[in-house]
């Protein structure tokens, strides 16, 4: 079983009095650094330029600075601005500035892992991923609960990089609710997986693959809409309350069969190998470095995508379907 920490095995002392710099102030940039602030710590917002972000930061209590003045005195350096500007912003703005020996923290292994970022020998790295989107990682936090969370070493020169991980996801609120130890490999490996074969990937595939079978034998799109992509709510809030069982048990006995006799015959040992093809890719650094190319092309692989779906008869069903759900009465 995973080791688990909760708020009363965490010592926060570890990161008082020590200056934290967060680079980024988005999704997961604005909910760190308010939590944290929040929680007694000494929080400076560093960006690189005066745009939204910035008026954005001001407008929560933060003087933020430029992140080369962020990272000069910071004790503690947290890197949440988007992965592929990661690299950039480490060699630009953060290592010809940075004090000697200052932590380096993430929220995702991905630069740590594939050696886009070589952090220095003698810096504490670790991470901290929480397992929600940022504004959720506030709310809970406003609430007086939290959300889980990853914690994961990648280099311990102090001896307490654990517990200055630990330290900070528990002024995040992520102990309130339990903060599971891993490496970066398995927390990079396991969310790219899991974004590719089912959560993003998977399941955008899985519903225009079933909307498109319907409608090619002639059922309806509309109602071809609300089988396989609207309902399909109701049963992931199932299983996100209680898990599979549940999710079985809440449905009909006629849904229960099918889907147990059907489900194996569509996701078969083909699918699982393809899965398996997926995650050798991601673990021999192949994906990452067909990713690294398609963003310094300007992404046109994704935007092509984008475009096609937007405008596919399953997107064009579905803006007329959400009127009829959202109306407002």
């Known amino acids: 079983m995973a080791k688990m920490y909760r708020d009363e095995n965490v010592d926060i002392s570890y990161v008082k009095n020590k200056k934290i710099a967060i680079l980024g102030y988005g999704s997961q940039g604005r909910a760190w650094a308010l939590n944290l602030r929040d929680s007694g710590l000494d929080v400076v917002v560093g ?43 480490w060699l630009n703005s953060v290592k010809p500035y940075m004090k000697k020996s200052a932590d380096m923290v993430f929220a995702h292994g991905f630069n740590i892992h594939y050696k886009l970022i070589e952090p220095p020998k003698d810096s504490d790295v670790y991470m901290i991923a929480p397992k929600a989107p940022g504004p959720m990682v506030r ?120 889907g147990i006799t059907v489900g194996k015959m569509v996701i078969d040992d083909h699918v699982k190998a393809n899965m398996v093809k997926a995650l050798e890719r991601i673990k021999n650094g192949e994906f990452a470095k067909e990713w690294i190319e398609e963003y310094e092309r300007g992404m046109p692989t994704v935007r092509r995508e984008l475009e096609e779906l937007r405008n596919s008869l399953i997107e064009r069903v579905g803006d007329e379907i959400r009127k009829m759900i959202f109306k407002k009465v």
């Open 47 to 89: 960006l690189e330029r005066q745009g939204e972000s910035w008026k954005k930061a001001e407008e929560d209590g933060f003087k933020p600075v430029h992140t080369r003045d962020a990272v000069k005195d910071a004790d503690i350096i947290v890197f949440l601005v988007p992965d592929m500007v990661q690299k950039s912003l």
């Open 139 to 258: 709310k809970a936090f406003e609430s007086g609960y939290g959300v889980p969370a990853l914690v994961a070493v990648y280099q311990d020169v102090s001896g307490y990089a654990m517990k200055k991980a630990l330290a900070i996801a528990k002024g995040l609120g992520c102990t309130r609710a339990g903060v599971i130890e891993t490496t970066f490999a398995e927390e990079t490996e396991t969310d790219l997986f899991g974004e590719q074969v089912i959560l993003v990937g998977g399941i955008t595939e899985l519903i225009k693959a079933s909307f498109e079978t319907l409608v090619k034998n002639g059922y309806q799109p509309e109602v071809a809409y609300f089988e396989v992509l609207n309902e399909l709510k109701l049963i992931v809030d199932l299983i996100y309350e209680g898990g599979l069982v549940h999710m079985l048990k809440a449905v009909s006995d006629t849904a229960k069969y099918g």
